[in-house]
């Protein structure tokens, strides 16, 4: 007998939608069976008109730099994403930096996580010495900065080649951010010059920046025949230049982010410091070509770069002073299947790859997580489409619910109904149905 039978929902396997019913037990995909099938199960659910996306795989995620992982995974799993790959800064912990570090986020996880969570190691320029027991640890990428990150620290030229050296020795992947510093300065300078406020966010960090800085990366990584992956890109420009180094043989991934592409620098304009992130959000032009991008493939895969900052936070000086980022990990699948599939006419198999599949194999997880296959765990991302629906911060669960964020009263088609990890049903309609649930995935290169 199986645990679970989830009936009649347009299932997103790797060989496309197929109308399926799915069995689980012991928290494993264990069939996928027709939908005439008639088999003995403790629970049956029917998700007919529903469409099953494997669990999301958020690659970028910061759940724990304003909050914890309670109210991250909450978010987290309100949206369909199953597995969370947090990054290893935090604006109240330890950057994970060593063994020990690493043990107290596992802890965490472990306490109060719903969904299921992988991790990514620190490391500082010229202190590589921890690299191989975060590794043997299992964190499934290293996080870089080439560009300021304050107490983080940034890669020069130099250290950074030392980084791709030992990248390779370990086999692990290096993510970075990547923009010039020296242009986001002077760029940054002349808008504070010229007492430019909000408006004036995308040409202090030019797309010029993010261009320099991931070729500047994936020369290096060539010469070392190093992975690495370029984070939240902005524009198709730096996709463009991605597609040059794989031709040569370089094994780089490149990652955006909902925000590119369902926002434009516009909501910077009517959100100010709300909407500020980095790289900034760019010219509706752009968006069209990043959509581009993703219907191409060129995009592997998407992350949220969620951050819940405070009103106060927000406010405190002027724009310029005030932190970059905000919250949207519970709308990556409504955003892209709203704008994407709906508006765009993005294919359903394309949208798991770039939301599971992809982050699943980039980050050594494709194990157990990324794909409705039998044998890998059972977790589900369940999509009304029929549902069209309002967000409001105050429905959600941020620890900050502010009104002034750019997603603020914005539609969309497409809500999630149902979330299972582990073949456990862990949001439905509303409600959060499980307490401490997540575990830690270690990755597997």
Known sequence: MFDLLIKNGLTVIPAGPRLLSIAVRNG????????????????????TGKIIFPGLIDSHAHVTYCADFSSG???????????????????????????????????SIQECSVVDCALYGGVRAGQLEHM???????????KVFLSDAGDYGSFDDASLLRLMQAS?????????????????????QDMIAAQKGAEGNSKSRPVISEVLAATRLCTLALHEHARVSICHISSRQVTRIIQEFRRKGLQVYAETCPHYLLLSHDDVARHGAWAKCAPPLRSQNTVD????????????????DHATYSDAQKSAGSF?????????????????????????????????????SNPARIFGLDYCKGSIEIGKDADF????????????????????????????????????????????????DGKILAGRHGKYIPARH
């Not at 191989?132 to 290293?142: D, N, Q, R």
């Not at 409001?392 to 999630?416: I, L, M, N, R, W």
Request: charged share 20%; net charge negative.
């Open 289 to 304: 070509g990043l959509w581009e991008s993703v219907a191409s493939g060129e995009i592997d895969m998407v992350g949220s």
């Open 381 to 428: 991302a369940v999509l009304d489409p029929s549902i069209r629906w309002e967000f409001h911060a105050s429905g959600t669960f941020y620890d900050t619910k502010s009104t002034h964020y750019p997603y603020e009263g914005k539609t969309f088609q497409g809500k999630v109904t149902n979330t299972f990890v582990r073949g456990r049903q862990i949001w439905q």
């Open 73 to 107: 995974s909450h978010t987290a799993a309100s949206g369909g994403v199953t597995t969370l790959v947090e990054m290893p800064q935090s604006g109240h912990l330890p950057s994970v930096f060593d063994q020990d570090t690493l043990s107290g986020r596992i802890a």
């Open 132 to 142: 191989e027991e975060l590794v043997k640890g299992g964190v499934a990428a290293f």
């Open 320 to 356: 310029w002073s005030a932190p970059g980022g905000f919250p949207g990990l519970d709308l990556i699948l409504p955003g892209l299947y709203s704008e994407g599939v709906c508006q765009r006419g993005l294919p359903l198999s394309l949208l798991a790859q770039i939301t599971a």
């Open 28 to 47: 494993k995909i264990a069939g996928l069976l027709d939908t005439e099938s008639e088999v003995p199960a403790k629970e049956v659910l029917d998700f």
């Open 168 to 188: 390779r020795r370990y086999n692990c992947l290096v993510a970075a951010h990547a923009e010039s510093q020296p242009i986001c300065a002077m760029e940054t």
